[in-house]
């Protein structure tokens, strides 16, 4: 089982940054797994926002936070990053953290959630 636990959620200024942390732990090889960031702003599905890849480093990022987000890992740490600069207030949402085996489409952990809200 992987265990995931997010931090770094707020409320910010439209043009201001956080910084999201998802911490992993478990009795696993973390180079199995890929990591994603997703969020759901109210009445909205879930969407997609970041991965990457724990044992390359790759990234893929939807076009909405492409050139304003930055997703990294900390392999040492089993720590993953979503850095979030250029805040929109459409970018307010519950962000979740995920992890899902290398090869599988299936997001099978799940973090808790962390509130983003950014005012205009």
């Known amino acids: 089982q992987v265990q995931l636990v997010e931090s770094g959620g707020g409320l910010v200024q439209a043009g201001g940054s956080l910084r999201l942390s998802c911490a992993a732990s478990?009795?696993?090889?973390?180079?199995?797994?890929?990591m994603g960031w997703f969020r759901q702003a109210p009445g909205k599905e879930r969407e997609f926002v970041a991965r990457?890849?724990?044992?390359?480093?790759?990234?893929y990022y939807a076009d909405s936070v492409k050139g304003r987000f930055t997703i990294s890992r900390d392999n040492a740490e089993n720590t993953v990053y979503l850095q979030m600069n250029s805040l929109k207030p459409e970018d307010t949402a519950v962000y979740y953290c995920?992890?899902?085996?290398?090869?599988?489409?299936?997001?099978?952990?799940w973090g808790q959630g962390t509130q983003v809200t950014v005012s205009s």
């Open positions: 995920a992890a899902a085996v290398v090869g599988q489409i299936k997001y099978d952990y």
């Open positions: 478990g009795r696993t090889f973390f180079s199995r797994y890929v």
């Open positions: 990457i890849s724990w044992s390359t480093g790759s990234t």
